[in-house]
């Protein structure tokens, strides 16, 4: 009779264990489209058995965790500024080539045109309308130069102020990323931080997105951040 109790004990742990991980396949499957969410997988060990001549105890769960690939999220962590890097100096310069335009309709014109007035009075320099027409010319050439000016003060200010709400958004994740590393840190087990460790991980990559980052995972969880040249912003 012990042994039958023993055996159905051991059933029953390892249909709890495998219930268990049938939860985490269905929150699995649940998240699946959720941004940020890491897929869970469950670790099982063999439970020893408690007298000689007895096969086991069944099974039980040791801890449910995050299946990432950290070499791949580091790669992703190192290439994305320099992609983003690019496609904002893409950006800003084609705001400053709709600025100075086309050759053949922009300030070009202009000079041409002043340039042909002077030549016209060079041959010709008692004629009053040639002096007129340079006057003209050289009143359009410097409207063109103004015009220019203006259009591109006002990518740069477009620029600056763009520039000021990127550093308030930088502010906003490193202090959630920070506050997050206190959370992880004084999880009580790994499976209770998994929520706040997707949440970081997602974090981290919108900030790789902003700025050029370098990223230490810690041991206990959580990471360290530099910027630049190896500024520490969360250490």
Same mark, same amino acid.
């Given at each position: 009779?012990? @042994?039958?109790?023993?055996?159905?004990?051991?059933?029953?742990?390892?249909?709890?264990?495998?219930?268990?991980?049938?939860?985490? /396949? $269905?929150?699995?499957?649940?998240?699946?489209?959720?941004?940020?969410?890491?897929?869970?997988?469950?670790?099982?060990?063999?439970?020893?058995? @408690?007298?000689?001549?007895?096969?086991?105890?069944?099974?039980?769960?040791?801890?449910?965790?995050?299946?990432?690939?950290r070499l791949l999220e580091a790669r992703l962590t190192n290439e994305v500024p320099a992609q983003t890097r690019e496609a904002a100096m893409a950006e800003?310069?084609?705001?400053?080539?709709?600025?100075?335009?086309?050759?053949?309709?922009?300030?070009?014109?202009?000079? @041409?045109?002043?340039?042909?007035?002077?030549?016209?009075?060079? $041959?010709?320099? /008692?004629?009053?309308?040639?002096? +007129?027409?340079?006057?003209?010319?050289? @009143?359009?050439?410097?409207?063109?130069?103004?015009?220019?000016?203006?259009?591109?003060?006002?990518?740069?200010?477009?620029?600056?102020?763009?520039?000021r709400g990127t550093v308030d958004d930088i502010n906003a994740i490193i202090e959630r990323v920070a506050a997050l590393n206190v959370v992880i840190g004084?999880?009580?087990?790994?499976?209770?931080?998994?929520?706040?460790?997707? +949440?970081q991980t997602q974090l981290v990559r919108q900030l790789s997105e902003l700025v050029d980052i370098r990223v230490l995972e810690r041991e206990e969880g959580?990471?360290?951040?530099?910027?630049?040249?190896?500024?520490?912003?969360?250490?």
């Open positions: 009779m012990p @042994e039958l109790f023993h055996t159905l004990s051991g059933v029953a742990r390892a249909l709890d264990a495998q219930r268990y991980g049938l939860d985490v /396949t $269905g929150q699995n499957i649940a998240n699946v489209n959720t941004p940020g969410y890491t897929r869970r997988t469950i670790d099982l060990i063999p439970v020893a058995p @408690e007298a000689p001549g007895t096969a086991g105890r069944g099974v039980d769960v040791v801890r449910i965790r995050a299946l990432r690939d800003a310069l084609a705001v400053v080539e709709s600025a100075i335009g086309t050759p053949g309709s922009s300030i070009d014109i202009s000079l @041409e045109n002043f340039f042909d007035a002077f030549a016209d009075l060079a $041959g010709m320099p /008692t004629s009053a309308s040639h002096r +007129e027409s340079v006057v003209i010319q050289g @009143e359009g050439l410097a409207s063109a130069f103004r015009d220019m000016a203006g259009r591109l003060s006002a990518a740069r200010q477009d620029a600056d102020q763009q520039a004084s999880s009580s087990t790994m499976e209770k931080s998994l929520h706040a460790r997707d +949440e959580g990471v360290d951040i530099s910027i630049g040249n190896g500024r520490a912003v969360i250490d």
